[in-house]
């Protein structure tokens, strides 16, 4: 959806997303980029670094490195090198890790020395029934109690039980866990909905349509590498099975920019989040919309239905200008809180 007449949109990532490799020590059946030990995509140090240089030049506005995967902590010492390259320019740092390192008490005070000795600033583990198949929570609790000790904040966060598992349950009655807990300002437990990549899998409850109804913060926001050497508009769940969220390669950093400035569905996505764009194009009570739990979700539906897509082709510019009013809102609300105003 081409806007080249359209007025200027300024793009400022203030996080950069490092998807570091595919490769992960398990094989969750529902993982949103079918990662597992078999999976051999991933980025060198040097493609790391050089990328992440490249856009600090280009994207001054960036405040964050996200380091995921896939299982990051697999990069080994490639990762701590990686995060302290980013202390060194000024920038914090966040790793996403299933937590299988904390098996050994030793080695997870090992592995967060590293980690305190690099700069790192933030953590978050994935858990739940999934993820506790390949790593068990008694590993997960290690690195958290290693990870609070040295004053990194933790959070955990724990996909959405079945009706027959209660895996969260467990975890913020564990005892080690609910003693964190009393930390509020270095460690949380949440849970998160959950998403079903396939047909034959069990939804997992459902989720408050209200809590869908929101702009996607991703959109401009983050600017996203992956182990496939392509830039991506964010790090969604669903951004291996949409496309036009791969807008550039290694090489063209820029494409961040160049790539979106122009594209009103980006901007709209932005603006309104894809589930309520299903509802202006689709109506509230359409088939469609029944089921979604989660925004990605929502997104997929938007760029893969054909009824959508040809829908959306049909009226978008009958939301132009009220897309652009509510664009400016934000980015004047932005910019206030930004400067204290």
């Known amino acids: ?32 980029f079918e990662c597992s030990p078999k999976v051999k995509h991933r980025l060198s140090l040097a493609e790391i670094v050089n990328f992440i240089e490249l856009s600090i030049q280009n994207y001054p506005s960036l405040e ?66 999934d993820h506790m198949r390949w790593v068990p929570i008694e590993s997960v609790i290690n690195a958290c109690a290693a990870l609070v000790e040295k004053n990194i904040f933790t959070l955990v966060t724990v996909e959405k039980d079945t009706t027959e598992s209660n895996c969260y349950e467990e975890i913020i009655n564990n005892s080690k ?47 996203t590498l992956t182990p496939k050497r392509e830039i991506a508009s964010c790090c969604g769940l669903t951004i291996e099975h949409i496309p036009e969220m791969r807008i ?41 919309l029944k089921g979604i739990v989660h925004a990605c979700e929502a997104c997929a539906i938007l760029h893969q239905n054909k009824e959508v897509r040809e829908k959306i082709h049909s009226v978008f510019e009958n939301h132009i200008l009220n897309v652009y009013h509510k664009w400016r809102l934000i980015e004047t609300s932005n910019k206030e809180i930004y400067h204290g105003s």
């Open 1 to 32: 959806m081409d806007l080249q007449d359209s007025p200027y949109i300024e793009i400022t990532p203030k996080t950069l997303t490092i998807i570091t490799t595919y490769t992960c020590n398990a094989a969750c059946e529902e993982c949103c």
């Open 64 to 129: 964050m490195v996200v380091f995921t995967g896939g299982e990051c902590f697999l990069l080994k010492d490639d990762l701590f090198a990686a995060i302290k390259f980013c202390t060194s320019k000024g920038l914090s740092t966040r790793c996403v890790s299933n937590g299988y390192w904390g098996r050994h008490m030793k080695k997870a005070e090992d592995i967060c020395t590293k980690l305190i000795n690099a700069g790192l600033c933030e953590i978050n583990f994935s858990t739940g029934l």
């Open 177 to 223: 866990i609910t003693e964190m807990i009393k930390n509020k300002k270095k460690f949380r437990v949440q849970s998160n909905s959950w998403m079903a990549f396939r047909t034959t899998s069990e939804q997992r409850g459902s989720v408050e349509k209200q809590q869908l109804k929101s702009g996607c913060d991703q959109i401009y926001n983050n600017l």
């Open 248 to 288: 550039g390669d290694i090489n063209n950093v820029n494409s961040f920019r160049n790539e979106q400035k122009d594209d009103f569905l980006k901007l709209w996505i932005r603006v309104d989040g894809p589930y309520q764009i299903l509802e202006h194009v689709l109506g509230r009570e359409h088939e469609a």
